[in-house]
Protein backbone atom coordinates (compact mmCIF):
# COMPACT_ATOMS: atom_id res chain seq x y z
CA UNK A 1 0.00 0.00 0.00
CA UNK A 2 1.07 3.04 -1.03
CA UNK A 3 1.64 6.33 1.79
CA UNK A 4 -1.54 7.19 3.23
CA UNK A 5 -2.54 11.11 1.93
CA UNK A 6 -1.25 11.27 -1.99
CA UNK A 7 -1.73 14.10 -4.21
CA UNK A 8 -2.06 13.93 -7.82
CA UNK A 9 -2.99 17.20 -10.27
CA UNK A 10 -3.24 18.23 -13.82
CA UNK A 11 -3.09 21.56 -15.89
CA UNK A 12 -5.73 23.34 -17.57
CA UNK A 13 -5.49 24.79 -20.71
CA UNK A 14 -5.93 27.34 -22.96
CA UNK A 15 -6.94 26.67 -26.20
CA UNK A 16 -4.95 29.17 -29.01
CA UNK A 17 -6.63 28.11 -32.40
CA UNK A 18 -9.22 25.41 -33.70
CA UNK A 19 -12.04 25.01 -30.88
CA UNK A 20 -15.40 23.91 -32.07
CA UNK A 21 -14.31 22.95 -35.70
CA UNK A 22 -11.76 20.57 -33.77
CA UNK A 23 -14.60 18.15 -32.84
CA UNK A 24 -15.32 17.37 -36.72
CA UNK A 25 -11.63 15.92 -36.96
CA UNK A 26 -9.82 19.49 -38.13
CA UNK A 27 -6.99 20.62 -36.36
CA UNK A 28 -5.99 22.61 -33.26
CA UNK A 29 -3.87 24.50 -31.12
CA UNK A 30 -3.38 24.27 -27.90
CA UNK A 31 -1.28 24.81 -24.39
CA UNK A 32 -1.41 23.74 -20.67
CA UNK A 33 -1.42 26.78 -18.22
CA UNK A 34 0.05 27.18 -14.49
CA UNK A 35 -3.48 26.49 -12.82
CA UNK A 36 -4.26 23.27 -12.25
CA UNK A 37 -6.68 20.69 -10.48
CA UNK A 38 -6.15 18.23 -7.89
CA UNK A 39 -7.03 15.31 -6.43
CA UNK A 40 -6.04 14.19 -2.93
CA UNK A 41 -6.60 10.13 -2.43
CA UNK A 42 -6.59 9.26 0.81
CA UNK A 43 -6.68 5.59 3.10
CA UNK A 44 -6.75 7.77 6.69
CA UNK A 45 -9.74 8.44 8.23
CA UNK A 46 -12.42 5.43 8.13
CA UNK A 47 -15.59 7.03 8.11
CA UNK A 48 -14.95 8.79 4.92
CA UNK A 49 -13.72 5.67 2.72
CA UNK A 50 -15.67 4.77 -0.13
CA UNK A 51 -16.67 8.97 -0.69
CA UNK A 52 -16.16 11.22 -2.91
CA UNK A 53 -15.71 15.30 -1.70
CA UNK A 54 -15.64 17.96 -4.57
CA UNK A 55 -15.58 21.11 -1.97
CA UNK A 56 -15.75 23.78 -4.57
CA UNK A 57 -18.62 22.68 -6.19
CA UNK A 58 -21.11 20.80 -3.24
CA UNK A 59 -19.39 21.47 0.22
CA UNK A 60 -21.97 19.74 2.24
CA UNK A 61 -22.49 16.39 -0.15
CA UNK A 62 -20.08 13.48 0.21
CA UNK A 63 -20.94 11.13 -2.48
CA UNK A 64 -21.14 7.20 -2.23
CA UNK A 65 -19.05 5.69 -4.70
CA UNK A 66 -21.99 3.98 -5.50
CA UNK A 67 -23.81 5.56 -8.40
CA UNK A 68 -27.34 6.85 -7.97
CA UNK A 69 -30.27 8.00 -10.41
CA UNK A 70 -30.31 11.97 -10.73
CA UNK A 71 -26.46 12.02 -9.62
CA UNK A 72 -24.43 15.49 -11.49
CA UNK A 73 -23.21 15.11 -14.76
CA UNK A 74 -19.80 15.51 -13.40
CA UNK A 75 -20.00 13.47 -10.55
CA UNK A 76 -21.41 10.31 -12.43
CA UNK A 77 -18.05 11.44 -14.74
CA UNK A 78 -15.96 10.60 -11.96
CA UNK A 79 -17.71 7.63 -10.10
CA UNK A 80 -17.62 5.82 -13.53
CA UNK A 81 -13.34 6.16 -13.52
CA UNK A 82 -13.37 5.17 -9.72
CA UNK A 83 -15.75 2.21 -10.32
CA UNK A 84 -13.63 1.42 -13.55
CA UNK A 85 -10.59 1.07 -10.89
CA UNK A 86 -12.42 -0.66 -7.96
CA UNK A 87 -14.28 -3.77 -10.31
CA UNK A 88 -10.64 -4.36 -11.16
CA UNK A 89 -9.43 -4.63 -7.50
CA UNK A 90 -12.74 -5.17 -5.22
CA UNK A 91 -10.89 -6.80 -2.61
CA UNK A 92 -9.00 -3.95 -1.56
CA UNK A 93 -10.71 -1.66 0.83
CA UNK A 94 -11.81 2.25 -0.67
CA UNK A 95 -9.83 5.70 -0.52
CA UNK A 96 -11.51 8.66 0.48
CA UNK A 97 -11.27 11.20 -2.62
CA UNK A 98 -11.24 15.12 -2.30
CA UNK A 99 -10.88 16.78 -5.57
CA UNK A 100 -10.49 20.51 -5.60
CA UNK A 101 -9.30 23.18 -8.29
CA UNK A 102 -7.69 26.58 -9.20
CA UNK A 103 -9.13 26.22 -12.87
CA UNK A 104 -11.70 28.79 -12.91
CA UNK A 105 -14.95 26.25 -13.89
CA UNK A 106 -16.95 26.50 -16.82
CA UNK A 107 -14.75 29.06 -18.04
CA UNK A 108 -13.17 27.39 -21.43
CA UNK A 109 -9.75 26.66 -19.26
CA UNK A 110 -10.41 22.43 -19.38
CA UNK A 111 -11.43 21.98 -15.91
CA UNK A 112 -13.10 19.16 -16.26
CA UNK A 113 -10.11 17.58 -18.42
CA UNK A 114 -7.54 18.39 -15.56
CA UNK A 115 -10.18 16.99 -12.73
CA UNK A 116 -10.73 13.63 -14.64
CA UNK A 117 -7.20 13.30 -15.32
CA UNK A 118 -5.75 14.11 -11.72
CA UNK A 119 -8.72 11.52 -10.88
CA UNK A 120 -7.38 8.70 -12.97
CA UNK A 121 -3.62 9.37 -12.01
CA UNK A 122 -4.59 9.24 -8.15
CA UNK A 123 -6.51 6.16 -8.71
CA UNK A 124 -4.34 3.82 -10.62
CA UNK A 125 -1.45 5.15 -8.14
CA UNK A 126 -3.77 3.81 -4.98
CA UNK A 127 -4.75 0.11 -7.21
CA UNK A 128 -0.83 -0.06 -7.98
CA UNK A 129 -2.30 -0.52 -12.19
CA UNK A 130 1.23 1.05 -13.47
CA UNK A 131 -1.25 2.97 -15.92
CA UNK A 132 0.53 4.33 -18.70
CA UNK A 133 0.01 7.76 -19.63
CA UNK A 134 -1.74 7.04 -23.11
CA UNK A 135 -3.78 4.85 -20.93
CA UNK A 136 -4.67 7.45 -18.50
CA UNK A 137 -5.79 9.64 -21.28
CA UNK A 138 -7.62 6.98 -22.69
CA UNK A 139 -9.53 6.28 -19.70
CA UNK A 140 -9.78 10.25 -18.79
CA UNK A 141 -11.53 10.55 -22.59
CA UNK A 142 -14.08 8.34 -21.45
CA UNK A 143 -15.04 10.41 -17.80
CA UNK A 144 -15.36 13.63 -20.76
CA UNK A 145 -17.99 11.40 -23.05
CA UNK A 146 -20.07 11.23 -20.10
CA UNK A 147 -19.51 15.11 -19.64
CA UNK A 148 -19.72 16.41 -22.97
CA UNK A 149 -21.07 13.79 -24.76
CA UNK A 150 -18.72 14.15 -28.49
CA UNK A 151 -15.29 15.79 -27.05
CA UNK A 152 -12.61 15.87 -29.50
CA UNK A 153 -10.44 14.81 -26.57
CA UNK A 154 -8.21 17.77 -26.95
CA UNK A 155 -8.60 18.58 -23.49
CA UNK A 156 -8.06 15.46 -21.38
CA UNK A 157 -4.80 15.22 -24.41
CA UNK A 158 -3.44 18.33 -23.24
CA UNK A 159 -4.35 17.50 -19.01
CA UNK A 160 -2.13 14.27 -19.67
CA UNK A 161 0.86 15.60 -21.13
CA UNK A 162 1.09 18.68 -20.63
CA UNK A 163 3.09 21.79 -23.09
CA UNK A 164 1.83 22.66 -26.61
CA UNK A 165 0.29 20.22 -29.07
CA UNK A 166 -0.84 20.48 -32.30
CA UNK A 167 -3.76 18.44 -32.39
CA UNK A 168 -5.34 16.39 -35.26
CA UNK A 169 -8.10 13.53 -35.15
CA UNK A 170 -6.63 12.13 -31.87
CA UNK A 171 -3.33 12.46 -33.05
CA UNK A 172 -0.95 15.03 -31.05
CA UNK A 173 2.08 16.72 -32.82
CA UNK A 174 4.05 18.26 -29.71
CA UNK A 175 4.91 21.92 -30.41
CA UNK A 176 7.09 24.53 -29.02
CA UNK A 177 5.39 27.32 -28.06
CA UNK A 178 8.22 30.53 -28.28
CA UNK A 179 6.43 31.70 -24.80
CA UNK A 180 8.91 34.03 -24.17
CA UNK A 181 8.44 36.22 -27.11
CA UNK A 182 4.73 36.94 -26.16
CA UNK A 183 2.60 37.16 -23.36
CA UNK A 184 -1.41 35.53 -23.41
CA UNK A 185 -3.69 36.92 -20.75
CA UNK A 186 -6.91 35.52 -19.40
CA UNK A 187 -10.08 37.20 -18.55
CA UNK A 188 -12.71 35.60 -17.58
CA UNK A 189 -16.03 36.78 -18.49
CA UNK A 190 -18.08 36.08 -15.73
CA UNK A 191 -20.62 34.34 -17.82
CA UNK A 192 -20.91 30.53 -16.92
CA UNK A 193 -21.74 28.33 -19.96
CA UNK A 194 -21.99 24.68 -20.54
CA UNK A 195 -19.02 23.08 -23.44
CA UNK A 196 -22.06 20.18 -24.22
CA UNK A 197 -24.85 23.03 -24.69
CA UNK A 198 -22.66 25.10 -27.22
CA UNK A 199 -21.10 21.96 -29.16
CA UNK A 200 -24.62 21.28 -29.61
CA UNK A 201 -25.34 24.45 -30.64
CA UNK A 202 -22.93 24.49 -33.44
CA UNK A 203 -24.09 21.10 -34.22
CA UNK A 204 -27.73 22.26 -34.89
CA UNK A 205 -26.27 24.26 -36.72
CA UNK A 206 -24.04 22.40 -38.91
CA UNK A 207 -27.04 20.18 -39.72
CA UNK A 208 -29.47 23.14 -40.55
CA UNK A 209 -26.75 24.32 -43.35
CA UNK A 210 -23.68 21.95 -43.74
CA UNK A 211 -21.96 23.87 -46.67
CA UNK A 212 -21.50 26.82 -44.79
CA UNK A 213 -20.77 25.73 -41.02
CA UNK A 214 -18.14 22.93 -43.58
CA UNK A 215 -16.68 26.70 -44.97
CA UNK A 216 -16.67 27.97 -41.68
CA UNK A 217 -14.61 24.95 -40.57
CA UNK A 218 -12.36 25.20 -43.47
CA UNK A 219 -11.04 28.41 -43.06
CA UNK A 220 -10.62 27.84 -38.81
CA UNK A 221 -7.94 24.86 -40.91
CA UNK A 222 -6.42 27.54 -42.40
CA UNK A 223 -6.13 29.76 -40.03
CA UNK A 224 -4.66 26.57 -37.62
CA UNK A 225 -2.06 25.62 -39.83
CA UNK A 226 -1.20 29.46 -40.79
CA UNK A 227 -0.86 29.51 -36.70
CA UNK A 228 1.51 26.68 -36.90
CA UNK A 229 3.82 28.05 -39.02
CA UNK A 230 3.81 31.14 -37.38
CA UNK A 231 4.74 29.47 -33.72
CA UNK A 232 7.50 28.22 -35.98
CA UNK A 233 9.05 31.21 -37.57
CA UNK A 234 8.03 33.10 -34.05
CA UNK A 235 5.77 35.35 -36.07
CA UNK A 236 3.90 37.39 -33.11
CA UNK A 237 2.58 40.06 -35.25
CA UNK A 238 0.99 37.04 -37.47
CA UNK A 239 0.23 34.94 -34.54
CA UNK A 240 -2.05 37.71 -33.32
CA UNK A 241 -4.18 38.47 -36.86
CA UNK A 242 -4.98 34.84 -36.96
CA UNK A 243 -6.60 35.21 -33.31
CA UNK A 244 -8.81 37.85 -34.76
CA UNK A 245 -9.63 35.91 -37.67
CA UNK A 246 -10.32 32.81 -36.01
CA UNK A 247 -12.87 34.96 -33.34
CA UNK A 248 -14.68 36.46 -36.10
CA UNK A 249 -15.40 32.69 -37.71
CA UNK A 250 -16.33 32.02 -34.15
CA UNK A 251 -18.77 34.83 -33.87
CA UNK A 252 -19.88 33.44 -37.48
CA UNK A 253 -20.43 29.83 -35.44
CA UNK A 254 -22.96 31.46 -33.10
CA UNK A 255 -20.73 31.11 -30.02
CA UNK A 256 -19.56 34.79 -29.36
CA UNK A 257 -21.37 36.49 -26.63
CA UNK A 258 -21.34 39.99 -26.03
CA UNK A 259 -18.99 40.36 -22.60
CA UNK A 260 -16.54 38.41 -24.86
CA UNK A 261 -16.64 41.27 -27.23
CA UNK A 262 -16.02 43.91 -24.46
CA UNK A 263 -13.28 42.20 -23.39
CA UNK A 264 -11.58 41.95 -26.84
CA UNK A 265 -12.25 45.55 -26.80
CA UNK A 266 -10.55 46.14 -23.38
CA UNK A 267 -7.57 43.73 -24.73
CA UNK A 268 -7.04 45.90 -28.19
CA UNK A 269 -6.97 49.30 -25.98
CA UNK A 270 -4.50 47.66 -24.04
CA UNK A 271 -2.30 46.81 -27.68
CA UNK A 272 -3.32 43.26 -27.82
CA UNK A 273 -1.76 41.99 -30.91
CA UNK A 274 -4.64 39.42 -31.15
CA UNK A 275 -7.68 38.27 -29.27
CA UNK A 276 -10.40 35.81 -28.84
CA UNK A 277 -12.54 33.39 -26.76
CA UNK A 278 -10.94 30.56 -25.71
CA UNK A 279 -12.93 26.73 -25.39
CA UNK A 280 -16.42 26.57 -25.98
CA UNK A 281 -17.38 30.07 -25.81
CA UNK A 282 -20.81 31.46 -25.09
CA UNK A 283 -19.06 32.95 -22.22
CA UNK A 284 -16.33 31.95 -20.76
CA UNK A 285 -13.13 33.03 -21.19
CA UNK A 286 -11.07 35.52 -23.40
CA UNK A 287 -7.27 35.38 -24.14
CA UNK A 288 -5.22 38.22 -25.69
CA UNK A 289 -1.91 38.08 -26.99
CA UNK A 290 1.17 40.78 -26.38
CA UNK A 291 4.58 41.69 -27.40
CA UNK A 292 5.27 43.75 -24.32
CA UNK A 293 4.36 42.97 -20.91
CA UNK A 294 3.32 45.95 -19.70
CA UNK A 295 0.80 46.33 -21.90
CA UNK A 296 -0.54 42.79 -20.86
CA UNK A 297 -0.39 44.15 -17.50
CA UNK A 298 -2.59 46.80 -18.20
CA UNK A 299 -5.19 44.20 -19.93
CA UNK A 300 -5.61 42.35 -16.86
CA UNK A 301 -5.67 46.13 -14.34
CA UNK A 302 -8.47 47.33 -17.22
CA UNK A 303 -10.00 43.71 -17.40
CA UNK A 304 -10.07 43.94 -12.91
CA UNK A 305 -11.62 47.37 -13.21
CA UNK A 306 -14.59 45.80 -14.97
CA UNK A 307 -15.10 43.24 -12.50
CA UNK A 308 -13.33 40.52 -14.87
CA UNK A 309 -11.62 37.92 -13.22
CA UNK A 310 -7.98 38.39 -15.10
CA UNK A 311 -4.44 36.79 -14.71
CA UNK A 312 -1.57 36.69 -16.99
CA UNK A 313 -0.83 33.27 -17.91
CA UNK A 314 2.40 30.86 -18.52
CA UNK A 315 2.06 27.76 -20.08
CA UNK A 316 3.45 24.57 -18.42
CA UNK A 317 5.12 21.52 -19.57
CA UNK A 318 4.31 19.73 -16.74
CA UNK A 319 1.30 17.08 -17.13
CA UNK A 320 -0.31 15.18 -14.72
CA UNK A 321 2.01 14.11 -11.71
CA UNK A 322 2.23 13.37 -8.31
CA UNK A 323 2.20 16.24 -6.16
CA UNK A 324 5.14 16.63 -3.69
O1 LIG B 1 -14.82 24.98 -23.01
P1 LIG B 1 -13.95 23.78 -22.91
O2 LIG B 1 -12.72 24.00 -22.06
O3 LIG B 1 -14.72 22.57 -22.48
O4 LIG B 1 -13.39 23.48 -24.38
C1 LIG B 1 -14.27 23.02 -25.39
C2 LIG B 1 -13.57 22.93 -26.72
C3 LIG B 1 -14.49 22.47 -27.87
O5 LIG B 1 -13.69 22.45 -29.06
C4 LIG B 1 -15.63 23.44 -28.09
C5 LIG B 1 -15.07 21.08 -27.60
C6 LIG B 1 -14.07 19.94 -27.71
O6 LIG B 1 -14.43 18.85 -27.25
O7 LIG B 1 -12.97 20.12 -28.26
Excluded: W
Aim: net charge positive; charged share 25%; aromatic share 8%.
Amino acid sequence: MNSKINSFSAPGKIILFGEHSVVYGYPAIAIAIDKRARTIISSENEDKRGFLHVPDLYPNNFFPFIKKENMPRDIAAHLKIIKYFTDSSPSKKLPYISITSDIPISAGLGSSAAVIVSLTKALSYYYDTYTSLDEINHIAFKGEIIQHKTPSGIDNTIATYGGGIYYHNGKIVNISVPSSSFYITVANSMVKRNTKDLVLKVRQKYEKDKETVQSLFIQIDTIVKEALKAIKEKDIAHLGELMNQNQKILDKLGVGHPEISKIIKIFKQSNSLGAKLTGAGGGGCVIGLFHKKEDAIKAVNRSRENNYQSFLTLSTNIGVKKDE
